[in-house]
């Protein structure tokens, strides 16, 4: 239905879950016009929520195949104020998910100050569900007590751990945590008359559950811990890299009718406090030392609650007593008449905090007007009048500001390593700690409500228990207020400044400047100084003139009255005073006029007319379509040339064509089948195919046996081939990323787009410089910045084309490793050529002979004089036999070429003079090569 006040007319649904007798079911919903008239729209405001899509999902460290494999399809959650929560339909798993989904929320229907507090509240939340596995059953398996190894600790109880034993199987939820992702919107801007917001946020990881479940009552908790005694065991899957990958969630935000109209916001009025949202809050900052601003802000809380619990008639220090007694109903507690000031005091030996709450018109507002911001003072006070909130946080505090006095400074505690390590402090007092830290930064009030920074009543007392210390009477001492002391007449002395050294008086008795005033008066010379400033400065004004007369440049104007700017027309001034200029520079052609001199080719002056130049150019070509005797002509063609065809086919063509025709010899594996269509024979009917029988209405029970798969069973067995694949692959990986990332230049840089040259390796290993280097500190030595040399270059230094026009030896990676380890050199197999070439000589192997002197004894000898006796037996000469076999293999004649003989001719007779033809073609080829030899 939330679509038909979308204003969509038709609505289409299936039927989710079989029931009994309907297999499937489609309902359509169609309106004959729209759902809601202007004054229902106007009333109920419709507020429209339509979840797009999400783009760039995470790849990593699972794979959206394994994704679509494991888990559920993607779908999105989230709750708009008192709204039940809203979820979207699954879809598919991809880079880009695309929901659609609509979702109607009647602001209307809420009331004004509850929806103003909902939107300068804490962002919405929407969560994308990406990850959430498809719940399988675990069959346990049966085993006899004592065989598993925790069964050794049933009666240990010191072995069992308070930890361990948390689950409990009768109340622990069925459906274990799978990490989302969160994308947060602002929705403020609705408040500022703005009646539709599209907005493009980023998908952040979730927050990670308490490891037990046993803190957060209202989510899901990872079921069991690895190793415990009781419980299952349960490992969620890993979290995405959404940050990594820019995951994006598209959603858009439609009202019927704005919130509020431009003239509401011009105007700035006060909003009125209503019943729903009746309380405020303010926060009080200022130094430890402060003990004047402490006490007045201690007092003023007081009498407030004093007077609001009727005991404002008895002596202060009752008051005092009573107020730390009091305990506050529940009734009290959640009354929205009840004018008290409920909160906490921080104090940390550095500065104090005060977080005040009570009723917006009266209590926070008399505090406000009562205790303004004293100006050039390091009191800081975070107030809005624009904020109401519909119920306390602080309540159960009681009217007595509880006081938590941290034993280290707040900034200190928040720097401890240890405070972050899970389960080191309580989970409440930590989000304390961070909250309370994180306000003392911001300056504004509405900041600190839309990041949630008011830490809750059970936050403050987990706080107190594990940092507080008690206060003592030291504490109270030093935060009881100066009484104002009465000045008694006194001696007038000086005012001493309030300085840590110790003071002394100035000392501006200068003996020696009294003694030139004398000789001064004595003497009676005098010195002008003003006569003496105005001579020096007409001295320089008169040196400026005359170098500005040698410096001034020239200055050219065209010769006309009236300027003509356009540039169509035949008087334009500009090209007029640039067609002077360049009479000017023809003057001195070894001269140019430029704005700066350091780099001439940034606005210097062209000394030509390059228009004029191009018109030239292109009359003279024009010019020299024409000979000196007048149109060339090609002449007349004879009487073949005029005959011929234009399309006559060229002489290779022609010779192709009087070639005999053959039948398709292109087309013979089109035309001819691969396999030979022969019928079998009566014996092996079996085995042909059987064309007679008519073919059954289904395969029957069992698949037809074939190798070749399809549908389902194809594509499960490539899945399971690509998976299986994978994992050898992942297997062998040893990095922890398997992605390889390469050096690549920016092809702007490199001024060529194309070619073999656009993108090469050498370029890809050199500096930023492209060009030699132009700043003093880029070229000269010892600063100057040395280009990384290519791969190449470092494992074959002869390469090193820099360093070998440099005049710099080239050193190798491996010392030694190109030096040449040789005796000498043998005459290679090219007479023709010297000895010097480098491929006509084969290098001598050193063959160590004093190596084996030392070793061996003796040097290594190729003879061998010992002989066995089976080596010592006569060799027996060839028999004639074995002299007539041949050593070479003869080829077998091609029965395919061989063509019947017709009758009465010999059919050796070709064969033989063939054979004589061969051989005779065989000689004169081995002629013709010892010739060119």
Request: net charge negative.
């Amino acid at each position: 239905m939330a679509k038909l006040f979308a204003g969509l007319k038709s609505v289409t649904s299936r039927l989710e879950n079989p029931v009994s007798g309907i297999e499937d079911l489609f309902i359509t919903v169609s309106l004959d016009g729209p759902l809601m008239s202007e004054e229902q729209k106007k009333r109920l405001n419709p507020l429209i929520i339509k979840v797009h899509s999400a783009t760039h999902m995470p790849d990593e460290p699972l794979t959206q195949e394994e994704l679509r494999n494991r888990c559920l399809p993607v779908y999105t959650k989230y709750k708009f104020f008192k709204q039940p929560e809203h979820y979207s339909m699954g879809r598919e798993h991809g880079q880009s998910v695309y929901w659609d989904d609509i979702d109607v929320v009647l602001a209307g229907t809420i009331e004004s100050s509850e929806m103003r507090e909902y939107l300068n509240g804490p962002p919405l939340e929407i969560e994308v569900h990406d990850r959430d596995r498809i719940l399988e059953k675990e069959k346990l398996k049966a085993t006899l007590f004592g065989d598993e190894l925790e069964d050794e600790k049933i009666n240990s109880v010191g072995a069992v751990s308070g930890r361990r034993t948390l689950h409990n199987p009768l109340s622990a939820k069925p459906k274990p945590w799978d990490p989302y992702g969160v994308a947060k919107f602002d929705l403020s801007e609705l408040l500022l008359g703005e009646r539709i917001v599209y907005m493009k946020v980023p998908v952040q990881n979730c927050p990670l559950p308490d490891v037990l479940g046993v803190r957060d009552e209202g989510q899901d908790g990872l079921i069991g811990v690895a190793g415990a005694v009781d419980g299952p065991v349960d490992t969620p899957l890993p979290v995405g890299h959404y940050v990594e990958s820019g995951a994006m969630l598209k959603v858009r935000f439609e009202l019927a009718y704005p919130l509020a109209t431009p003239s509401e916001i011009a105007a700035k009025a006060d909003l009125d406090t209503t019943f729903q949202c009746p309380f405020g809050r303010i926060v009080f900052l200022f130094d430890y030392k402060n003990v004047k601003f402490l006490n007045e802000l201690q007092a003023l809380v007081t009498s407030i609650n004093a007077k609001a619990l009727e005991l404002d008639n008895m002596p202060p220090h009752v008051i005092d007593a009573a107020l730390s007694t009091y305990k506050l109903s529940i009734e009290q507690q959640r009354s929205r008449s009840l004018d008290i000031v409920t909160g906490f005091q921080l104090m940390d030996g550095i500065k104090h905090v005060f977080v005040l709450e009570g009723l917006r018109d009266h209590a926070i507002t008399l505090l406000w007007e009562s205790l303004p911001k004293p100006e050039n003072t390091d009191i800081e006070i975070l107030y809005n009048s624009d904020l109401a909130f519909r119920e306390r946080l602080y309540g159960p505090l009681d009217v007595d500001l509880c006081r938590v006095k941290l034993h280290e400074p707040l900034s200190v505690i928040v720097q401890q390593p240890l405070l972050y390590v899970r389960d080191m402090v309580p989970k409440p007092c930590f989000d304390a700690l961070v909250k309370l830290d994180e306000m003392t930064r911001v300056d504004k009030l509405r900041s600190a409500v839309r990041n949630e920074l008011f830490p809750t009543d059970e936050m403050v007392v987990s706080m107190s228990r594990e940092f507080g210390v008690p206060l003592t009477s030291e504490d109270f001492a030093e935060l009881e207020p100066v009484p104002d002391r009465v000045p008694e007449p006194a001696e007038v002395e000086i005012e001493r400044p309030k300085t840590s050294r110790l003071w002394t008086p100035l000392d501006n008795y200068n003996p020696r400047y009294v003694e030139q005033l004398g000789e001064r008066t004595i003497s009676g010379h005098k010195q002008d100084y003003i006569q003496d400033n105005i001579t020096m400065t007409r001295y320089v004004s008169d040196r400026n003139k005359v170098e500005r007369y040698w410096t001034k440049p020239v200055t050219v104007r065209a010769d006309v009255q009236v300027a003509h700017n356009y540039s169509t027309q035949s008087l334009n001034s500009t090209e007029l005073a640039k067609e002077k200029v360049r009479q000017e520079l023809a003057k001195q052609p070894d001269r140019r006029y430029t704005y700066c001199q350091e780099y001439n080719h940034s606005m210097t002056v062209v000394p030509v007319n390059v228009e004029a130049l191009r018109k030239q150019a292109e009359q003279e070509s024009r010019d020299n379509w024409r000979t000196q005797k007048g149109w060339t002509f090609p002449g007349v063609n004879n009487l073949r040339a005029c005959n011929q065809h234009a399309n006559r086919p060229d002489v290779a063509r022609i010779d192709e064509l009087k070639e005999s025709w053959r039948e398709n010899i292109l087309h013979t594996n089109k035309l001819d089948p691969t396999l030979e269509r022969d019928r079998y024979t009566w014996s092996k009917r079996q085995e042909d195919v059987d064309l007679w029988k008519r073919p059954l209405p289904h395969f029957g029970q069992s698949a037809p046996v074939t190798i070749h798969l399809a549908g389902d069973t194809l594509r499960r067995e490539q899945r399971a081939a690509s998976k299986s694949a994978n994992d050898v692959w992942r297997s062998k990986i040893v990095a922890g990323d398997p992605r390889m990332y390469f050096h690549r230049c920016n092809t702007i840089t490199e001024q060529i787009n194309t070619g073999s040259k656009s993108c090469n390796q050498v370029a890809r290993l050199r500096g930023l410089l492209k060009d030699d280097a132009k700043k003093f500190s880029l070229y000269k030595e010892p600063m100057r910045i040395k280009d990384i040399p290519p791969l190449n270059v470092v494992l074959n230094p002869s390469v090193d084309t820099a360093s070998r026009e440099a005049g710099l030896p080239t050193i190798p990676a491996v010392e030694g490793e190109f030096d040449e380890h040789v005796n000498g050199f043998m005459p290679g197999p090219y007479d023709e050529h010297a000895w010097n070439l480098e491929r006509n000589k084969i290098p001598i192997r050193d063959y160590e002979h004093k190596k084996f002197e030392v070793t061996k004894g003796q040097d290594f000898s190729v003879y061998h004089k010992e002989r066995h006796k089976l080596s010592k037996r006569k060799l027996v000469p060839l028999t004639n036999s074995e002299r007539d076999n041949y050593l070479f293999r003869v080829p077998e004649m091609d029965y395919r070429a061989y063509q019947v003989p017709a009758i009465g001719q010999n059919p050796m007779a070709d064969t033989l003079d063939s054979e004589c033809l061969t051989m005779t073609k065989t000689t004169e080829e081995q002629k013709t090569l010892e010739a060119l030899q």
